[in-house]
């Protein structure tokens, strides 16, 4: 491509569209946009494909419910554990949707489908995977800090990746979220929340569920606008603005992204298909690598642990 084609593609590109979409994008969105006044089913959902995540789902089900989210869209991919035993009584409570996707590196297609299939039951459909958590840091809920962007047609919560904590072996007897602390000093990608009135544009795109963009009219004109972040700003993708050097500390939300786990879950993945990849892209250099960054801490998601705990009966008064 050569020195003047990177320097347009990763700098000059970019910083236009940064512009363009923090004034003339966001006059559009804040001065004319129409806040979501539609009452539908659901107000917050989450859609996951998984694949033999049962021993983690009741965990994943039940913080998230504790957080403020209505409903999930599960698309189960060729899983032969246990989850039916773990999901059914979600079922039968009228929380979860379990939609059979036996097709091979179909995640595209699946959060296609579930956008065009439940956008009138529901007014936010979160994409994220069964090893995240969406961890509002002062807001009770994701739908109280979600609130401020009911305007925007996508929102984008950065992942705080989380290691092994040096862990060999995970404790099945205790939640994933009291077991790791040890993480990055910085946010790195992330995923959206899509409001169900707009459709997303870079579905084509390998990174269109960390950061989506959406169609989106601006002074007449139809753009693919990229979803506003939780620092106010539009940005494209890996050209994120706002937060300063200190991001995390002056955060309000976090998706605490949980790839490895202790060693002998991170070596099961290395050794399974991916609902994405067909060639798995889990490895040792990667965990390795990963760990090396694992330079701070953060324990900001206890907060919801014994509301959690509370709410399944595993503390009374």
Known sequence: MGKVGNLWKNRLRPLLQNLFFNTVGQLSVRLFGTADKRELKYEISLCLIFKDEGRFLKEWLDYHLTVGVDHFYLYDNNSTDNYREVVRPYIDN?????????????????????LETFCNETNWIGYIDADEFVCPKYASTIKEWLSGYSKFPA??????????????????????????????DDFWMGKSFVNTRFR???????????HSYVHYSVLGFKVSMPAVNQFG?????????????HRVAHST????????????????????PDVYFV????????????????IKRNYTILRFLQKMRYNNGEVTL
């Not at 544009?201 to 960390?210: A, E, K, L, P, V």
């Not at 490895?283 to 090396?292: H, I, N, P, Y």
């Open 94 to 114: 009228g929380v979860v949707t379990l939609i059979d996707w036996p097709y091979p590196q179909a995640q595209v297609k699946c959060y296609q489908h579930c």
């Open 155 to 184: 929102v984008m919560i950065d992942w705080l990746q989380f290691g092994t904590n040096g862990l060999i072996e995970h404790d099945y007897s205790k939640n994933v979220i009291e077991q790791y602390f040890s993480c990055w």
């Open 253 to 272: 939300i976090q998706i605490n992204h949980y790839y490895t786990k202790a060693w002998n879950v991170y070596k099961e993945k290395m050794q399974r």
């Open 200 to 210: 997303i544009s870079n579905w084509q795109t390998q990174y269109f569920h960390h």
């Open 233 to 245: 700003f539009i940005s494209p993708m890996g050209h994120e603005w706002g937060g300063g050097k």
């Open 279 to 294: 060639k798995n892209a889990k490895d040792m250099q990667k965990l390795l690598t990963r760990e090396m960054k694992c």
